[in-house]
């Protein structure tokens, strides 16, 4: 017998908030045989889920989980589900289903699902994802088809092991973990509910904003709306600008995470005031135009400490962190990065990205700090992005363009001074991206597509959603057709007793402090 389709009413409830109800037949009924699955009968699917396959996906586990006091006001069942050869998936079904579908990615090389549990060391639940427990979405992640927990199976080096896993490993990583879990949820979605999400939505940061994008020009069809935040658009820069600071590594030219820090902190005293107010903290790193070279060790100018102030070399690494990567012909292939604590990231710039040459090239030496110190710009930046393209894991900015031009919504954001990829170039490529859409016959692309700014320079700050709000934000604007104009981050500075609210605006404007009022309420800043 077939199962009977469901379809979703809007209602009211007594907070004037709308809901969505599955039912079999017309809206507005009261008799109880038209209303969707209990929540005995979908405990009673969640109990039924252990063992099936779905798009090739093993269902491993199905854990009914109950609503948490403070937290969560419906059950759900979180299903786990695993696909040769190392990809592993989390789909996590709600009670109280709006009919939503929201799609997260993951970070840096994956390896670990991003998922919307939260627990303590004891497996007591502490947080829920807000598009599981607020927006009552279905929510599914995966860790983009290898496992950091063991090292055979765990990115970059298993992509380099020669093995068919080795390779299909880094194929899921390229793109294919984005449309398998896509799939693997839609099965889970029917089992539980018999008719698909009336609304798709994709959403991640770093990689996860890649992935993104990756999900707008690949499966156009299967999202309304997609948040990517903390990318560039463009790999192939990126990654030749990650070798080109990495070669450095280990040289007179690379300064140490201290000297960082040293260097970061003399720009904020420097560049401080600029927004309006003096807070040790910059909320338009843009505006900083600080140099470098006042760094120089024996300057008055420079830092007392002879382990911290910059020699030549290292004033010479900054100031090309700093400034446009060009091939020999005067191309710019990135941006370069605005002034930013690059001590985290900047010794390691070399391995992030020998791991997306490696996906280019095939070639297992450039896991090397050897081959890693070769990197020519001039030599291997075609080479990669040809590469990253065969493969897969470039971007496609026509196709991109494609979905925004057919009306889906697309929310494109980045820290104002991240560390680790440059806001400059995710601007320069969303100008490309605007420009392609102008040309399908879009008078305003921001009708569909805008850049917002997060005032913060650390790589994925705001990213959470209980840090900016994305979630509503890109439900309002393709469900309701309010497009967002300026959202808010939430956050607490590093020592800092206060949380602080600063609004997030429309690139290339920043705050700027009106002067008066509560430093910590975004309220009393302009965005301009």
Not at 107 to 128: C, D, K, M, W, Y
Not at 195 to 200: D, E, H, I
Not at 385 to 409: C, M, Q, Y
């Amino acid at each position: 017998m077939n199962k009977p389709a469901f379809f979703f009413c809007a209602t009211t409830n007594t907070y004037g908030a709308i809901v969505l109800a599955a039912v079999l037949s017309g809206c507005g009924g009261d008799s109880s045989d038209d209303q969707g699955p209990t929540v005995a009968q979908l405990a009673a699917t969640c109990a039924s889920m252990v063992g099936k396959v779905i798009a090739g996906a093993t269902v491993t586990a199905a854990t009914r989980i109950e609503p948490v006091a403070n937290i969560s006001t419906a059950g759900f069942c979180k299903v786990n589900a695993t696909r040769a050869p190392f990809l592993d998936i989390e789909v996590d079904v709600p009670d109280n289903w709006s009919g939503r579908y929201w799609q997260n990615g993951g970070g840096g090389f994956n390896g670990t699902i991003p998922s919307a549990v939260s627990t303590s060391a004891s497996g007591v639940i502490t947080a829920l994802n807000p598009a599981l427990a607020q927006k009552a979405a279905v929510y599914a992640a995966s860790n983009g088809g290898n496992r950091a927990s063991v090292p055979a199976e765990a990115a970059p080096a298993v992509w380099a092991n020669g093995t068919a896993n080795g390779a299909a490993s880094a194929t899921d990583y390229d793109y294919l973990s984005v449309g398998t879990t896509l799939a693997v949820a839609k099965g889970v979605i029917a089992a539980f509910y018999g008719t698909p999400a009336k609304y798709r939505y994709f959403n991640g940061c770093s990689n996860g904003g890649r992935e993104a994008y990756i999900a707008a020009q690949r499966w156009p069809d299967d999202f309304d709306g997609i948040v990517s935040g903390c990318e560039t658009e463009d790999m192939t820069g990126q990654t030749a600008a990650w070798l080109d600071l990495g070669r450095r590594a280990g040289t007179a030219a690379a300064p140490t995470a201290a000297q960082y820090r040293a260097a970061y902190a003399a720009a904020v005293a420097s560049c401080d005031a600029q927004d309006g107010l003096t807070d040790a903290y910059l909320e338009n790193p843009a505006a900083c135009n600080y140099d470098p070279g006042l760094l120089l060790c024996g300057l008055p100018t420079a830092n007392a400490d002879p382990a911290l102030c910059l020699t030549a070399p290292q004033v010479q690494t900054l100031k090309d962190l700093m400034s446009p990567l060009k091939l020999a012909d005067g191309t710019v292939v990135y941006a370069g990065f605005t002034w930013s604590d690059f001590s985290t990231f900047g010794p390691s710039f070399g391995v992030l990205g020998s791991g997306f040459a490696l996906l280019a090239t095939n070639d297992a030496s450039w896991l090397t700090p050897t081959k890693q110190a070769t990197f020519n710009v001039d030599a291997h930046y075609a080479l990669i992005g040809n590469g990253l393209r065969r493969v897969g894991a470039e971007h496609d900015l026509p196709a991109i363009a494609s979905f925004v031009a057919s009306g889906k919504k697309l929310i494109s954001w980045h820290d104002a001074g991240d560390n680790l990829l440059s806001t400059r170039e995710h601007a320069r490529n969303d100008v490309m991206l605007t420009q392609l859409i102008k040309n399908l016959g879009v008078a305003d692309p921001t009708t569909n597509t805008r850049l917002f700014a997060v005032p913060s320079s650390t790589h994925s700050a705001g990213s959470a959603l209980t840090q900016v709000d994305w979630a509503t934000a890109i439900m309002n604007w393709v469900e309701q057709g309010t497009a967002p104009t300026q959202l808010t981050y939430t956050f607490t500075p590093a020592g800092a007793a206060a949380a602080r609210n600063l609004p997030v605006c429309l690139y290339p404007k920043y705050p700027r402090y009106n002067g008066t009022g509560d430093v910590n309420a975004a309220a009393n800043y302009t965005c301009t």
